[in-house]
Structures are given as structure tokens and as C-alpha cells.
């Protein structure tokens, strides 16, 4: 069998795979695609279901897990949610002249009190000391947003260190999953976006073809493992013809040589 595709006589009924470090969508019915115009994008004014579940996808699809985990807030005074992007790309502009080779994805999100602030999900890719990447980010960002307020100084930013892929899960359990916007936010635009874009190692993904058997068997085997974490989504999983199931690589590769019988290499993504 070649890497990275299996296909089986039984094409009148199968299932394509696209797998990912972190997720593998499943389609399990071909079907004649038709063109349809995009719909017209409005004023974003919220963080949709959809780019939602984009922003997870991009994130889980990346060849190497995030490094740090930036944050940035406002003190006492502070801006829009436009505003606070123009502060940003300020900020971006800085870091990539310092760090040629850094990538993140930000993600802008409310606090309570209706202050913007950002979560960076990324790599400096630099051999700076954790300390003197926090006293980086500080005094840039005190710079960027015109604080005078020595407080927001010591205490308005913060550089964590990302303890590999399932620290960033818990990130995106714990504050992708919370409802996004504000009251006060009409028109915030976009909710998250890319920094150092050609420096992210995004995986293309690996592509397989099931035969029918093996779609059988497939299903039995994600939806035991669901009902581990739930059984409404197991029950719902059965019944659909295209899913995204958030599932390590590392076990669908384990799947597969279970279903194919066969020696199987997700190649580049486990």
C-alpha cells in the first residue's frame, strides 16, 4: 500500500479522510460540487460559530504546537476594539523587525469591564531568555498604547510558555469556547488573525480513501472513543455524512492499521 492513501474495490460507498495534526474531517458521501456564489460579509460583530471553529482549525492543523502564549490588556483607559488592532499591528510591526522568524495567531477578546485585550498563540523563534521576552513585550506594548500608568507597565502583559499540545487544548476549551463580543462592541471586526504569516508551519494534511469495510469499521472505532468524552456527540456522529472530529493524529494512524490491516504512515503530521 502507498503512504498516505488505501482504496478499496467497494467505491460505491466510501469516505474520505483529510487528517490533520489535530482534527481529521470526514466525508463519507461524494457528491457533484455546484458553484454557488460566497454570500456577502457584513459588519462582523461577533465571534461566530464559524470563525470559531476556523481559528480552531487553524490552530490544530500546525506542524509544531505553539511556544508562548502572550497577552496583552489596557489599563484603566482604554480604547475600541478597531482602535486596539491598529495597537496591535503596531505592535506586530515591532516584533517581526525583532523577531524575523516569529509566527502567532491573535485571538481579541473582551474583558468585563469591556477592555479589549489579546491572546497571541505562537513562537518567537529566538534563543532569548523567558525574562527578557517579558521585559520585551512590556515595554513595547506600554509604548505602543501610549500608557502612562506604571502599573500597566509591570503587570499589563504577560509571556507564557506553552507545555505542548495539551496546554493549547485546555487554551481552546477554556477561552474559545466562552461567547465573544460585548455589549458595547457594534462593529468589532474581525476576532482573530494571523502575525509572521509565512513563518507558520501549517500542515497540508494527508488524504485517505476507505472502501465500504473500512468505513464501517472506522465509525465503530471514533465513535467508542467519543462515547469516552460524550455520548450525545457519538449519537450524533452516527448519523452524519460529514464531521469534523477533533482527534489526535497520532490515533487515527492507529485506527487506520486496525481497519486496513495494513502498515499505515501519517506522514509529516504524527
Not at 214 to 237: A, C, D, G, H, N
Amino acid at each position: 500500500m502507498s503512504k498516505g492513501k488505501y482504496t478499496s474495490v467497494h467505491t460505491h460507498s466510501q469516505a474520505s479522510l483529510h487528517i490533520f495534526p489535530g482534527f481529521t474531517h470526514i466525508k463519507y458521501q461524494f457528491s457533484s460540487s455546484v458553484h454557488t456564489d460566497p454570500p456577502k460579509r457584513g459588519p462582523i460583530k461577533e465571534f461566530s460559530d464559524k470563525s470559531r471553529k476556523n481559528f480552531i482549525k487553524a490552530l490544530l492543523s500546525l506542524e509544531r504546537s505553539p511556544v508562548h502564549m502572550v497577552t496583552l490588556t489596557y489599563p484603566d483607559r482604554y480604547p475600541g476594539p478597531q482602535e486596539a488592532k491598529n495597537h496591535l499591528h503596531h505592535f506586530a510591526v515591532r516584533l517581526m523587525l525583532t523577531f524575523p522568524k516569529a509566527w502567532f495567531y491573535w485571538k481579541l477578546e473582551p474583558q468585563r469591564r469591556g477592555a479589549p485585550h489579546f491572546h497571541l498563540l505562537g513562537d518567537f523563534a529566538d534563543d532569548m531568555p523567558p525574562a527578557a521576552l517579558r521585559s520585551w513585550v512590556s515595554a513595547v506594548w506600554f509604548q505602543v498604547v501610549g500608557s502612562k500608568d506604571l502599573r500597566h507597565l509591570r503587570a499589563g502583559t504577560r509571556v507564557d510558555v506553552i507545555q505542548g499540545h495539551r496546554h493549547l487544548v485546555r487554551y481552546l476549551t477554556k477561552y474559545v469556547s466562552k461567547p465573544q463580543g460585548h455589549a458595547n462592541w457594534e462593529s468589532p471586526g474581525r476576532f482573530w488573525g494571523k502575525i509572521g504569516t509565512s513563518n507558520i508551519p501549517v500542515s497540508q494534511g494527508v488524504h485517505f480513501t476507505l472502501g465500504r469495510r473500512e468505513v464501517i469499521q472506522l465509525r465503530r472505532l471514533i465513535r467508542r472513543w467519543l462515547k469516552r468524552w460524550t455520548s450525545r456527540f457519538s449519537r450524533i456522529f452516527a448519523k452524519l455524512s460529514s464531521v469534523t472530529v477533533y482527534i489526535p493524529a497520532q490515533l487515527v494512524e492507529q485506527f487506520l492499521r486496525w481497519v486496513t490491516q495494513e502498515p499505515v504512515a501519517l506522514e509529516g503530521i504524527t
